[in-house]
């Protein structure tokens, strides 16, 4: 397939490299061109300028935010100014109101558009064994399957709605942040206790929780590596920022929320922008005078 990719962070540059693995031709943009140099020596070709991206059959977004994702789109330079007819897919974490709003702009435009962010870090991404959540008309996600076979190891399909693969999204990185705080919760009680944390994450990995989440995020607050961050902590509040927003518009209450955004404040505060998610650990630990 030809498939233009834009944004070359730790997570894009990961999904791009393991789409040119897979053979297929790639057109790259990122706003600081010398992130796309090692994809150009391996085969890319650095696009000219955001609609040289959308020319092929694909055109994928891996970016920041919504202010992020709507200047490539809707700018006066932007996919939906070029010729081209690509099919935009969506991989970022965005909101519920701006993947509607691409979905809409999208029809009158007659291109098609698909909603897929994934669930991983940048480990996940570089061994192309990320999830993907898809949602968008069947056959719009369908011919997106070569490149997410690239990318992933498993693809979720959301149905026909957009933006309910970003709800799911969202509801899922809030669930992370979530067993992040109760880790470190029960940590620092261990700690006080008098017991070592690593036997504590034993425990924990060994009997019940013996997931991925609690083993990646459980070492990582063992060992107090925060840098460098696979997922910044300012990210982090930018997505729990997402789910107050979806929440608030649905009408559900969220009382954890609140916590977990103040301690990736305080952790913001204390410890660095720099900083991963897991590091609300540490605000943790200093409410309990550790």
């Given at each position: 397939?030809?498939?233009?990719?834009?944004?070359?962070?730790?997570?894009?540059?990961?999904?791009a490299?393991n789409?040119?693995?897979?053979?297929?031709?790639?057109?790259?943009?990122?706003?600081?061109?010398?992130?796309?140099?090692?994809?150009?020596?391996?085969?890319?070709?650095?696009?000219?300028?955001?609609?040289?991206?959308?020319?092929?059959?694909?055109?994928?977004?891996?970016?920041?935010?919504?202010?992020?994702?709507?200047?490539?789109?809707?700018?006066?330079?932007?996919?939906?100014?070029?010729?081209?007819?690509a099919?935009h897919?969506?991989?970022?974490?965005?909101?519920?109101?701006?993947?509607?709003?691409?979905?809409?702009?999208?029809?009158a435009?007659?291109?098609?558009?698909?909603?897929?962010?994934?669930?991983?870090r940048?480990?996940?991404?570089?061994?192309?064994?990320?999830?993907?959540?898809?949602?968008?008309?069947?056959?719009?996600?369908?011919?997106?399957?070569?490149?997410?076979?690239?990318?992933?190891?498993?693809?979720?399909?959301l149905?026909?709605?957009?933006?309910?693969?970003?709800?799911?999204?969202?509801?899922g990185?809030?669930?992370?942040?979530?067993?992040?705080?109760?880790?470190?919760?029960?940590?620092?009680l261990?700690?006080?206790?008098?017991?070592?944390?690593?036997?504590?994450?034993?425990?924990?990995?060994?009997?019940?929780?013996?997931?991925?989440?609690?083993?990646?995020?459980?070492?990582?607050i063992?060992?107090?590596?925060?840098?460098?961050?696979?997922?910044?902590?300012?990210?982090?509040?930018?997505?729990?920022?997402?789910?107050?927003?979806a929440?608030?518009?649905?009408?559900?209450p969220?009382?954890?929320?609140?916590?977990?955004?103040?301690?990736?404040?305080?952790?913001?505060?204390?410890?660095?922008?720099?900083?991963?998610?897991?590091?609300?650990?540490?605000?943790?630990?200093?409410?309990?005078?550790?």
């Amino acid at each position: 397939m030809k498939i233009g990719f834009v944004g070359l962070g730790n997570m894009g540059s990961a999904m791009a490299a393991n789409l040119l693995a897979a053979g297929h031709e790639l057109v790259v943009w990122n706003r600081s061109p010398e992130k796309a140099e090692r994809l150009i020596a391996a085969g890319a070709r650095l696009a000219s300028s955001v609609p040289d991206t959308a020319g092929g059959d694909l055109v994928l977004t891996m970016l920041a935010n919504d202010a992020a994702v709507a200047e490539v789109v809707f700018g006066a330079d932007g996919i939906l100014s070029s010729a081209g007819q690509a099919t935009h897919v969506s991989m970022s974490t965005i909101s519920v109101e701006l993947a509607d709003r691409l979905e809409e702009t999208h029809r009158a435009a007659a291109r098609g558009y698909v909603s897929s962010p994934v669930f991983g870090r940048p480990a996940a991404a570089a061994a192309g064994k990320l999830f993907i959540v898809a949602a968008g008309p069947s056959e719009v996600v369908a011919r997106c399957t070569p490149a997410f076979t690239a990318m992933s190891q498993r693809v979720f399909s959301l149905g026909e709605k957009p933006s309910a693969a970003n709800v799911v999204k969202l509801c899922g990185n809030f669930m992370i942040l979530a067993a992040i705080e109760s880790l470190g919760e029960a940590m620092t009680l261990c700690q006080k206790s008098g017991i070592d944390k690593a036997r504590l994450l034993e425990v924990l990995t060994g009997t019940l929780f013996g997931s991925p989440i609690y083993q990646l995020y459980g070492q990582l607050i063992v060992e107090g590596n925060f840098r460098p961050a696979g997922f910044a902590a300012p990210l982090g509040l930018k997505d729990m920022g997402l789910v107050a927003d979806a929440a608030r518009a649905a009408r559900v209450p969220m009382p954890v929320l609140g916590i977990l955004r103040d301690h990736l404040l305080d952790t913001i505060a204390h410890d660095g922008e720099d900083s991963d998610w897991s590091a609300i650990a540490s605000a943790i630990d200093r409410s309990a005078a550790l």
